[in-house]
């Protein structure tokens, strides 16, 4: 079943709070809590709905960085977001308020933050696709850069993990497999294996989606892991020279 069915219309009737609950109660003229608490957020059955959500706002604050809204921007958001044609009208809706309203990125990163706390990898995936997005006009700008870090950093991401991530967004042929991998050239093979089985649990498709990623965005995840396991099949050929 699609994420997309009554996006904003499924919401009518749970309690959300913080600058989510107030952006979509602004659309539905108040039929959402606009109290400040986020805590009701994440009882929200949908956890899938909400990570669309929140990709949709971020990807709307994002797409206005450098200071201007390209085309392909809003093409990628609909192409990896799997939006279809049936959606699109309120699926804009969210994105276009988001876009024009003065409230900046932090907040909705700040709430994302406390919704998927315990859930690293979930926030990581999050990071994931808005590379995908500010690269869909053929290069990520410096505000483009300086945002999405920003939001690293408020996700609680270190440097090692944004790095990795940036890292596996390059082909194969072309990423430093230890930062791929957060490691160091003069880690032992041992410790840099079990980063390896770390990432690569964590980055499963099979878990993100119990963990509520949408299946419409799974891909990345699997490109996260296909550059999980070229940079330790790399590691293994040069500690073994």
Do not use: C
């Amino acid at each position: 079943m699609s994420i997309w069915g009554s996006l904003i219309g499924g919401m009518i009737g749970f309690s959300l709070g913080g600058p989510f609950g107030m952006l979509l109660g602004s659309l539905l003229g108040g039929k959402i809590s606009r109290g400040r608490s986020s805590q009701n957020f994440k009882s929200f059955r949908h956890p899938q709905q909400i990570f669309a959500l929140a990709l949709i706002v971020l990807s709307a604050k994002l797409s206005k960085a450098d200071g201007q809204v390209s085309k392909e921007e809003l093409i990628a958001v609909k192409d990896k977001l799997k939006i279809p044609e049936s959606e699109l009208d309120q699926v804009g809706k969210i994105f276009n308020k988001a876009k024009e309203e003065s409230k900046g990125y932090e907040p909705y990163a700040h709430q994302i933050a406390q919704i998927y706390k315990g859930n690293l990898n979930v926030l990581e995936e999050v990071i994931n696709v808005l590379f995908y997005i500010a690269e869909s006009d053929g290069k990520v700008s410096t505000s483009e850069l300086v945002m999405i870090e920003n939001i690293a950093k408020i996700f609680g991401l270190n440097k090692d993990q944004f790095n990795g991530i940036k890292e596996s967004r390059k082909s194969s042929d072309k990423l430093n497999p230890y930062v791929v991998l957060e490691s160091k050239p003069d880690d032992d093979i041992q410790a840099i294996r079990k980063k390896y089985l770390k990432l690569s649990k964590e980055h499963h498709p099979d878990l993100l989606i119990s963990k509520g990623v949408p299946q419409e965005v799974i891909d990345e995840s699997k490109k996260k892991m296909r550059s999980i396991n070229s940079a330790w099949s790399q590691i293994q050929k040069l500690k073994s020279n």
